[in-house]
């Protein structure tokens, strides 16, 4: 009888158990049904500002502000993986070109690039950004979509490294310490104790030239 009892007993909570998990299950399902769309809309979001954001210039009072308004067309995820596999060899395997838009100007004229990276070379981990390249190569900006370096080093970029991508041209750019070659467009004075961030999105920025480079090739758009 002892015996049939703890069996009742190891059923009944066997069954409590399975019914939690159930119920955890389906509440998390739920959830995730409830956010995702709100998510999927905010990503959506801060994709198209950056898109636009890569473009922006200083006004006289130094702030960055729409100067050419320009409509983005998404190229499809055929055409940037043959994009990809165009510019294979040419960086790292670790980097990679996750969109393109056509930057459009309001006849319909082509007036550059945005092309989204993303490097898995971070101290941290992956960093993702779009920049913003005109149609004659010059790098007008590029804009953090997300980074996870350390906080006061790596985190810097935002402060430190990315304003030296601002309304440049350059074939590629080269990591310098100390402000040495300073007077060089392609010269990126690193962050402080954050070499490794430093160069992680640099090589991704030579990644997009790469990239923009075999867009243009024979003049095609």
Do not use: H, W
């Not at 801060?46 to 067309?73: H, I, P, R, W």
């Not at 370096?149 to 790596?154: C, D, R």
């Not at 004075?189 to 991704?204: C, E, P, Q, W």
């Amino acid at each position: 009888m002892k015996e049939k009892g703890q069996m009742k007993g190891l059923i009944k909570d066997t069954l409590i158990l399975f019914a939690i998990t159930l119920i955890a299950g389906v509440l998390l399902g739920v959830v995730n049904e409830l956010t995702k769309e709100p998510i999927a809309q905010q990503e959506l979001a801060a994709k198209a500002t950056a898109c636009g954001e890569v473009f922006y210039e200083a006004d006289a009072s130094g702030n960055m502000v729409e100067v050419v308004s320009l409509t983005f067309e998404e190229l499809s995820e055929t055409e940037v993986a043959a994009l990809n596999e165009k510019c294979a060899g040419s960086y790292s395997s670790s980097i990679t070109a996750d969109a393109v838009y056509r930057a459009l100007q309001a006849d319909g004229s082509l007036y550059g690039y945005v092309i989204g990276i993303t490097t898995k070379e971070g101290y941290g981990g992956a960093i993702s950004f779009y920049m913003g390249v005109t149609a004659d190569g010059v790098l007008k900006g590029v804009s953090l979509l997300s980074i996870a370096e350390t906080p006061g080093l790596g985190m810097n970029a935002e402060s430190v490294l990315i304003p030296q991508f601002r309304n440049v041209k350059a074939d590629a750019f080269f990591v310098t310490k100390g402000g040495d070659g300073a007077q060089s467009d392609e010269a990126i004075d690193a962050i402080t104790s954050a070499t490794i961030t430093s160069d992680a999105i640099t090589n991704g920025v030579n990644a997009g030239m790469t990239c923009f480079r075999a867009l243009t090739e024979g003049g095609n758009s």
